[in-house]
């Protein structure tokens, strides 16, 4: 991964004289060096080093919706699919670069984890474990690289097909089949908050695991 970070410096310094030349030369860069974070040991699977917490607040149609989102145990798998889409944008300022780029999932993200919490003011939820599969994400990302990976901005654009499993009941088909019914519905009826849900939820997790990438 150092070379590829000396590469992007000197490719950086010396740029190119034709605009479509210096895109291009941009996203073979980018698509490098994403690769070479992508297969990180530490993302593959992404083992969470805490537990994460997320109060909610969505209006669900004319209802607010308040509630108290933990998660514990997490286990992320997938990242390694993710792919650039469309072109990207480079640049480098004191010796780190930034790169903004949208990517797009070529195969399911899994969330393996016990969710607990609350939705208004029914009683506390108790942990219960769940394998969340996400078959479409597209998201927006900006990363700035140096010795580390910071997270810099993140905002997720698109989720459709998400699968939620009973991880104790998995391979149940009676539940899978009602799981997937009310899950497509929700993900249908209320995509915009439920995206607005997962993007507060997602992006503290990104920000604090990221400084566990070293490159």
């Known amino acids: 991964?150092?070379?590829?970070?000396?590469y992007a410096l000197l490719c950086l310094a010396v740029g190119s004289a034709l605009a479509d030349t210096k895109q291009d030369s941009m996203n073979k860069l980018a698509d490098q060096m994403l690769g070479g974070i992508l297969k990180s040991?530490?993302?593959?699977?992404?083992?969470?080093?805490?537990?994460?917490?997320?109060?909610?607040?969505?209006?669900?149609?004319?209802?607010?919706?308040?509630?108290?989102?933990?998660?514990?145990?997490?286990?992320?798998q997938g990242f390694n699919t993710l792919q650039r889409k469309g072109d990207c944008k480079i640049a480098s300022k004191n010796g780190l670069i930034n790169i903004n780029i949208e990517l797009i999932t070529s195969d399911e993200v899994v969330l393996d984890a016990d969710i607990s919490g609350r939705i208004g003011s029914l009683p506390q939820?108790?942990?219960?474990?769940?394998?969340?599969?996400?078959?479409?994400?597209?998201?927006?990302?900006?990363?700035?690289?140096?010795?580390?990976?910071?997270?810099k901005s993140f905002y997720i654009n698109e989720i459709s097909k998400v699968h939620l499993r009973l991880k104790d009941a998995e391979h149940n088909?009676?539940?899978?089949?009602?799981?997937?019914?009310?899950?497509?519905?929700i993900v249908k009826l209320f995509n915009a908050q439920?995206?607005?849900?997962?993007?507060e939820t997602v992006r503290p997790i990104l920000?604090?695991?990221?400084?566990?990438?070293?490159?």
């Open 1 to 6: 991964m150092k070379s590829v970070y000396a």
């Open 125 to 151: 939820i108790p942990a219960i474990p769940i394998v969340a599969h996400i078959e479409n994400m597209n998201f927006d990302i900006g990363l700035e690289v140096g010795a580390n990976v910071t997270l």
């Open 173 to 185: 088909k009676f539940i899978d089949g009602i799981l997937d019914l009310i899950t497509a519905g």
């Open 41 to 76: 040991s530490d993302l593959n699977p992404l083992k969470l080093h805490k537990d994460y917490e997320q109060d909610i607040m969505e209006d669900i149609g004319p209802l607010p919706i308040m509630g108290h989102l933990k998660i514990s145990k997490g286990v992320i």
């Open 207 to 215: 920000e604090n695991e990221l400084k566990y990438i070293h490159l």
């Open 194 to 199: 439920i995206i607005d849900a997962v993007d």
